[in-house]
Each structure stands twice: as structure tokens, then as C-alpha cells.
């Protein structure tokens, strides 16, 4: 069977080799069975025939879950993947403000009318003092969540002579396991705010962690600089407004520019540049193809942000792999299975996880199964999607 991939924004081309023979790829496709983005909106009502979405990054706001998910659509992004290019960029970006690199870099340009060496080089020795900067060392950085990136962050910072305190109210032991041993870390979002001379943050955008830097939350902070290389509404616009106009705060570093703080002194506004390196962008499309294709081709669940993880190739003896989606109520495995053995059909395996909202079963049988079966396991009370993967 092949399948038709849409892609919704320029993909690397070493993710795209992945797909083989069995994919047809374009940005054209108007009936998709995946679609693969990096930045572009998707809503997925728009496209009834997709069975995922598969995001090149970590954010998924672009997406519309709660609509996929109601629909059976799995969503995909790529945690890690992007992990390096974005803490080395909170490196350069704390960088430019310690050294004053962009009001330098503005300065040096007000000489290019001079064309004598000497008048050259006196000009500079005598302008440069405006410029004086700060180190790294000895300063204490806060980190606001240790997913992969937050952990490069806090450990890069330990490299270049920084403390570091860390928030992190939900820790994922893999990740804690890569943390330098001498990071503090805790639970409590106050304390990291009031004992941080810089703050950078590195959690995903929900509802809970919108305007989580505000005007309340950000009055224990004495530091001197705010990072957010995450999502613009996590930090509150008025809140960095109102300290940087009061001297409190002396620079807002943001990948996500908007018209509100575009033109305020003091904000420095990158242009998404996160994850806008050839090897993290390799990296994110390598990762979203290779889930996808797995997804597609068995039903295999990795990194998806609405469905439960599930992995296992088919049962060697499998003809069929049936992939069940359905709300997680009881009684459903019980349902299922009672369809099946009506058909005569032997379930060679019976996988099945659940996140509490969604239902996910990967069921192999030993023959072909009938549309007849397929249509009434559809028909169950609580079933969202049904698939039936022919395998061989």
C-alpha cells in the first residue's frame, strides 16, 4: 500500500530520503494519509483522510490537538531533536547582552565614513569603554524546566563558571540523570526566581504555563536578564515592559518577536531562530519521518503529544494488525475482542495503552480480516477510529 504524505513547510532532504518507494511526497497532496510540518498552522478538520501529524520540533501549537484527537488523528513532534541549536543559542543570546554585542555592533557602523587607520583605531580605543561588559562566571542562571533543552542549558551554564538553580516541578529521571550533580533544583518557581541573576525558560506552551514569568510572579526577581527561547505567551509582554521602563530589568532576550515588544529598548528579538541550524533541522525531519512511517505502516505510537506510546512490531504469524482508538472507558478491550472471536478470527497478540483520554490497541491476527469486522468494531460505543493494516 502506498501512502501519500503532504508536507507543510520546506523539510530537510535527508528526512525526506527516508520515505522509499511505498510514500508519494508533495505539498500539493489534498488528501493526505500524514502530514509533516515544521511552523505551519494545521487544522486537521481540513483534512479528513489524515490518520497523523507529524510536527519537525517540539511546540505543537500550531496544530489543532484537541480536534485531532477527536478524530483519531495521532500528533507527533520531536523532543530533543532540536535540543543543541536552541541551548547554544540562549548561550550566544545572554552573550550579546553581557557584552553589549548588538549596541557595538550598531556603534562600529557610525565609523564606516572614516577612512584614515590611525583616526580608525583611535576612534574605537576611545568608544569602546561604553561597551563594557560582564561575565558569566560566578553568576547564578535560573532554568524554568529540565526537558532536553532546559538540561543543555543548566549544564552549559555549569561549564562556563555559573551556579545554576533549576524549576522543574514534574522531573523526568531520564533527563535528571544527564543533569550536572551540582544544580539545584527545585519545585518551587519562587525560589529559582529570587536566587537568579538571569532567567531562561524552556517549557512547552499550555494552558498552565501561559504567562508563567508575569507581573506577580517575576516581583522576587533581582536579576538582570530574562531568556525566552520557548514560547513568546509564556512570559508576559507588560510584565517585561513595565521593568525594563522602571531600570529593573536590563534586557528581554526573545525568539518570538511581536508588534508590542518589537520597538521597546531593551528587547532583543530574534526571529524563531531556535532551531534554523542544517543539523537540528536534519535531526527534527529524520525524527517526525521515521515516527511517522512506523505509525503508518504499523500503528506504532513514539513521541506522540495526544496518543498513548506503543511500540512492537507485528506478531511474526500476523496477517493483519487492527489499530482501535477509542476514549478510555472501561469494558472496551472486553468489547473488542468479543467482535474479533464472533468472526472466527485468532488474535495473535493484544496490545493496549492508555493517557487517560485515549484508548490505543494494536491487535495482530492470524488472517485476513473482513471490512464487515472492521465496521463493527467501528460501530462500538466509544470507538473513535479503527484501522486495519494488511501486513505482508
Known amino acids: 500500500m502506498a501512502f501519500a504524505i503532504k ?11 527516508l520515505f522509499g518507494g511505498k510514500y508519494a511526497v508533495t505539498d500539493s497532496e489534498a488528501t493526505p494519509d500524514g502530514i509533516l510540518v515544521r511552523s505551519a498552522q494545521v487544522d486537521t478538520d481540513l483534512f479528513s483522510s489524515a490518520l497523523a501529524v507529524a510536527r519537525a520540533g517540539a511546540g505543537v501549537n500550531n496544530i ?15 523532543p530533543g531533536a532540536n535540543a543543541n541549536a536552541v541551548a ?14 548588538d549596541k557595538a555592533l550598531v556603534w562600529v557602523r557610525t565609523l564606516e565614513s572614516v577612512t584614515d587607520v ?11 569603554s561604553q561597551f563594557s561588559g560582564a561575565e558569566y562566571e560566578g553568576k547564578t542562571m535560573g532554568v524554568i524546566g529540565l526537558g532536553k533543552i532546559g538540561v543543555l542549558v543548566a549544564n552549559g551554564a555549569i561549564g562556563r563558571g555559573m551556579k545554576v538553580v533549576a524549576y522543574e516541578p514534574f522531573p523526568s529521571p531520564m533527563n535528571m540523570l544527564k543533569l550536572d550533580s551540582t544544580v539545584h533544583v527545585s519545585t518551587n518557581l519562587a525560589e529559582v526566581i529570587a ?10 506552551l499550555t494552558d498552565k504555563t501561559r504567562s508563567l514569568l508575569n507581573k506577580s510572579s517575576l516581583e522576587a526577581f533581582k536579576g538582570s536578564v530574562i531568556l525566552n527561547f520557548s514560547r513568546g505567551a509564556i512570559v ?6 513595565e521593568r525594563l521602563n522602571a531600570g529593573t530589568l536590563t534586557a528581554y532576550v526573545t525568539d518570538f518577536p511581536n508588534p508590542t515588544l518589537i520597538k521597546v529598548p531593551g528587547v532583543i528579538s530574534l526571529p524563531h531562530l531556535g532551531a534554523s541550524t542544517e543539523e537540528a533541522e536534519e535531526n527534527c525531519a529524520t525524527m517526525a519521518v521515521d515516527q511517522l512511517k512506523d505509525y503508518l505502516e504499523y500503528g506504532v505510537v513514539r513521541n506522540s503529544v495526544n496518543f498513548p506510546a506503543i511500540d512492537g512490531r507485528p ?27 464472533g468472526a472466527g478470527l485468532n488474535i495473535v497478540s493484544f496490545k493496549n495503552e ?38 505482508g
Open 315 to 341: 506478531a511474526p504469524s500476523a496477517k493483519a494488525r487492527i489499530v482501535v482508538i477509542n476514549q478510555d472507558v472501561p469494558n472496551m478491550i472486553a468489547e473488542i475482542s468479543k467482535v474479533i472471536g
Open 7 to 17: 508536507t507543510m513547510n520546506k523539510i530537510s532532504p535527508k528526512g525526506l530520503k
Open 354 to 391: 492508555s493517557n487517560g483520554k485515549i484508548g490505543y490497541n494494536l491487535i495482530d491476527i492470524e488472517a485476513a480480516v473482513p471490512a464487515v469486522v472492521v465496521e463493527q468494531i467501528t460501530k462500538l460505543n466509544k470507538v473513535i477510529r479503527v484501522r486495519n493494516i494488511v501486513l
Open 64 to 78: 489543532t490537538i484537541d480536534k485531532a484527537s477527536a478524530k483519531g488523528v495521532c500528533v507527533f513532534n520531536t
Open 236 to 241: 508576559e509582554d507588560a510584565a517585561v515592559i
Open 118 to 128: 590611525k583616526e580608525m583605531d583611535e576612534k574605537v580605543e576611545k568608544g569602546k
Open 88 to 101: 547554544e543559542l540562549v548561550s550566544i543570546g545572554l552573550g550579546i547582552v553581557l557584552r553589549k554585542i
Open 195 to 204: 536566587a537568579s541573576d538571569f532567567l531562561t525558560v524552556h517549557v512547552p
